[in-house]
C-alpha cells in the first residue's frame, strides 16, 4: 500500500524525535565517570568540576609569539553541560623546523593567593588528552619572581590519548628551566613550595629533547590538587 505524505510526514518526525532522545539519554560513557576529587585529603589547588568553577579570567596566554618567529596559541576555557564541568586547555603549536615552540597558559598568585605546598610532596591532576600531542608541562615560579630572566620550575608529562586519566607529578622533580634549557639547581636553588607565586599549563615542541610536537590539541583537565 503507498504511503501518502502525511504518513510519511508523521513517520520522519518520529524519527527524528527518536533521534533526538537517542542523544539526549545515551551520553558518552566516560563522559559519566567523571572522578571527584577526594575533599579529605590533599589540599586542592583548582577544582573545575565545582560550581562556581576558579576564575579563569585570571589566567593569561604565554606563547611563543612573545618572540618574533612565533606562531601557536593557547586557550584555556571552561567547559559545562548538563552531564559534567571542567577546564579545556586547547593549544596550536606551530614550532620551528628544530623544535622550537610553545604554548601554555598560567597564572599570577600573590598576597593570600600564594600557593603554599609545604607538607605535600606530590601535584595531581586528573586529566585526559586528545588531538595530535600528548606530551606536557607543568610551569612554576616562585617568591614573585615571575617573568625572565628568573628560572621556570618544570616538569613534564604525557597523558594516554582519549582516556581520562590521573598523572601524578612529584613536587621534588620539578627543576630550574631558561628558555627551554636545563639550569644547575646549586646556581639558582630548589623550588620553594611554600611560596609558588605563578603557576602554568604548557605544551612544548621540544627543542631540547627527543619528543617533537606539532599540530593541535587539547587537554581537559577536572581538577589539580597536592597530596
Same mark, same amino acid.
Given at each position: 500500500?503507498? =504511503?501518502? &505524505?502525511?504518513?510519511? *510526514? /508523521? ?5 527524528? =524525535?527518536?533521534? *533526538? ?8 560513557? %566516560? ?5 571527584? !576529587?577526594?575533599?579529605?585529603?590533599? /589540599?586542592?589547588? &583548582? ?11 585570571? &589566567? ?12 601557536? #596559541? ?5 567547559? /559545562?553541560?548538563?552531564? +559534567?564541568?571542567? $577546564? ?8 620551528? !623546523? ?13 598576597? !593570600? ?44 608529562? #604525557?597523558?594516554?590519548?582519549?582516556? +581520562? ?5 612529584? *613536587?621534588?622533580? +620539578?627543576? !630550574? ?7 644547575? %639547581? ?5 623550588? #620553594? /613550595? ?9 605544551? +612544548?615542541?621540544?627543542?631540547? *629533547? ?12 577536572? &581538577?589539580? #590538587? $597536592?597530596?
Amino acid at each position: 500500500m503507498a =504511503l501518502t &505524505w502525511k504518513a510519511i *510526514l /508523521k513517520s520522519s518526525h518520529s524519527l527524528i =524525535l527518536l533521534s *533526538l532522545f537517542h542523544v539526549t539519554v545515551a551520553p558518552r560513557m %566516560e563522559e559519566l565517570s567523571v572522578q571527584q !576529587p577526594n575533599s579529605t585529603e590533599g /589540599k586542592m589547588v &583548582w577544582d573545575f568540576t565545582q560550581d562556581p568553577p576558579p576564575d579563569l579570567t585570571k &589566567w593569561f596566554e604565554e606563547s611563543d609569539v612573545v618572540r618574533e618567529p612565533g606562531k601557536s #596559541k593557547a586557550v584555556l576555557v571552561q567547559q /559545562k553541560s548538563r552531564l +559534567f564541568q571542567r $577546564a579545556v586547555f586547547f593549544t596550536m603549536l606551530n614550532p620551528q !623546523p628544530n623544535g622550537a615552540g610553545f604554548a601554555g597558559m598560567r597564572t599570577l598568585l600573590s598576597g !593570600p593567593d600564594t600557593l603554599n605546598l609545604d607538607g605535600y610532596s606530590t601535584l595531581q591532576l586528573r586529566v585526559r588528552g586528545q588531538g595530535q600531542n600528548s606530551h606536557y608541562k607543568i610551569c612554576l615560579h616562585h617568591m614573585g619572581m615571575n617573568y625572565e630572566p628568573n628560572p621556570t620550575y618544570e616538569q613534564t608529562f #604525557k597523558v594516554p590519548l582519549n582516556e +581520562f586519566t590521573t598523572v601524578n607529578l612529584p *613536587l621534588a622533580s +620539578f627543576e !630550574p628551566y631558561y628558555r627551554g634549557r636545563k639550569m644547575n %639547581e646549586s646556581e639558582v636553588g630548589p623550588l #620553594k /613550595k611554600s611560596e609558588i607565586t605563578s603557576f602554568g599549563f604548557q605544551i +612544548f615542541g621540544g627543542v631540547y *629533547l627527543p619528543e617533537k610536537q606539532q599540530g593541535t590539541s587539547s587537554l581537559e583537565i577536572d &581538577w589539580v #590538587k $597536592a597530596t
